[in-house]
């Protein structure tokens, strides 16, 4: 059900579920609305708890401190794991979401010598794009890319479309997102897979946009390998480490392209060769960041508490009530729906594009009425997030931005003249 009128919302935020988990989380005094946790994730009470702890621990106990601190990477992974739909033992938290992604697409590349293609996705986020396009500099190797357009829901059908233009045995990789970054289109992971393990290819997915808003099922789907970051809905703040995970049952026929002491099997024997540890900790490379693994542990500890379907529940209703008053109040303003028009594959957040959205960002954010991102080249993304956006601040939000898109400080503004 989509709520008519504001008390409707508000009577439904009353009676949500999820409601009370929203004082997990710290709120300015008047603050805007915040449609931005899918860039970075609002700061959980539990967080500060977390750092001094840890702060507490480096003072008292030193170099002492890496008995405890040494297995966090792993165990931090295996709490997370539920939410990506993994079992234990094949998720660790490490590096950036752009190095894990690199770790395992060489990884992937390495186990399948003699296939030279990599299939990627040109609506695909810029990190995934560029990694790819450097590993594709090797001679020889080719990049082909999944053109369906920016809101098409990538699926079986149309990875075999880019299969069809290859030859047998070719493709050794094929890496996309599980939401799409601006869209918010949802991929079937599980036809994908499918499709790619019949090509002979392994697959890795990002699913930054993914883990923590949507249900996921990694070792259900098949999927191979895949990464996400910490900062987004998972709440972890600004530059918290990435998650990367590997299925078991290819532990040992990935290896890492950084042999670091840290995927060292037997670490602290120091031994003179490298010989990769038995299982995903094998794609460890250096020293953690311990305080960075203590704010993503604070930061998934209120998603764990209330579980993906709750979770996935409100978004859905979230989602569909800002697209229903978009529609009602920004249509007639010039903005379309820059998501797929059919709920189904749609993920937490929606996009709505109008040849202003760059100047109304702006000014969402300079009258203090909104966060919202502006992407390029006319997109205003907008994630209302099930642990603590209430459906009174969705209600709200949209006539705010009708408010500066019927602006005529924004109508005379030429785009380019603003920026966010
Ligand atoms: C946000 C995001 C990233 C970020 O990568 P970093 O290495 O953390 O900067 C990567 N991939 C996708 C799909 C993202 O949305």
């Not at 894990?100 to 992937?108: F, R, V, W």
């Not at 303003?333 to 797929?340: E, F, H, Q, R």
């Not at 954010?365 to 956006?389: E, G, H, I, K, S």
Request: net charge neutral.
């Amino acid at each position: 059900m989509t709520a008519s009128s504001r008390e409707q919302a508000a009577a439904e935020d009353r009676a949500c579920p999820l409601t009370p988990y929203r004082d997990l989380f710290v709120f300015g005094a008047g603050g805007p609305i915040y449609l931005d946790g899918n860039s970075l994730g609002r700061q959980p009470r539990g967080t500060a708890g977390a750092l001094a702890r840890v702060l507490e621990e480096w003072a008292d106990d030193l170099v002492q401190g890496w008995d405890r601190w040494a297995g966090l990477s792993a165990a931090v992974g295996d709490r997370l794991a539920p939410l990506l739909g993994a079992a234990g033992g094949q998720v660790l938290v490490c590096d950036s979401t752009t190095v894990n992604l690199y770790k395992l697409a060489a990884a992937a590349l390495e186990a399948r010598p003699g296939r030279q293609v990599i299939v990627g996705d040109a609506h695909d986020f810029p990190t995934v794009r560029y990694v790819l396009q450097g590993l594709a500099r090797q001679p020889g190797r080719r990049l082909r890319l999944v053109d369906a357009g920016p809101t098409v829901a990538l699926g079986g059908e149309e990875l075999s479309g880019v299969l069809a233009g290859t030859a047998a045995g070719e493709v050794a990789l094929v890496c996309l997102s599980g939401v799409n970054y601006r869209s918010g289109a949802v991929a079937d992971m599980a036809g994908v897979n499918d499709v790619a393990h019949r090509a002979g290819a392994l697959v890795l997915w990002d699913l930054s946009h993914a883990a923590g808003a949507v249900p996921l099922s990694l070792d259900a789907d098949g999927a191979d390998m895949a990464v996400g970051c910490g900062y987004k809905y998972l709440n972890g703040g600004p530059g918290a480490p990435s998650w990367l995970y590997v299925r078991a049952a290819r532990h040992a026929e990935l290896a890492s392209p950084i042999w670091g002491w840290w995927g060292q099997a037997g670490q602290f024997d120091m031994g003179p060769t490298y010989q990769p540890a038995p299982g995903v900790g094998r794609f460890l490379a250096g020293t953690p960041d311990v305080l960075g693994l203590a704010s993503l542990d604070a930061g998934i500890a209120p998603l764990l508490q209330a579980g993906i379907p709750a979770l996935w529940h409100k978004t859905r209703s979230l989602v569909a009530l800002l697209a229903a008053r978009a529609e009602e109040l920004l249509g007639p303003l010039g903005a379309s729906l820059a998501s797929p028009p059919d709920p189904g594959p749609r993920g937490g957040h929606l996009a709505i594009s109008h040849p202003h959205a760059r100047a109304a960002s702006y000014l969402l954010r300079q009258r203090r009425l909104v966060v919202a991102d502006f992407r390029p080249p006319d997109v205003l993304r907008l994630a209302p997030v099930a642990l603590y956006t209430s459906r009174v601040e969705v209600w709200d939000a949209v006539p705010h931005i009708a408010s500066v898109l019927s602006d005529p400080a924004v109508r005379s503004a030429p785009p380019s003249s603003w920026v966010t």
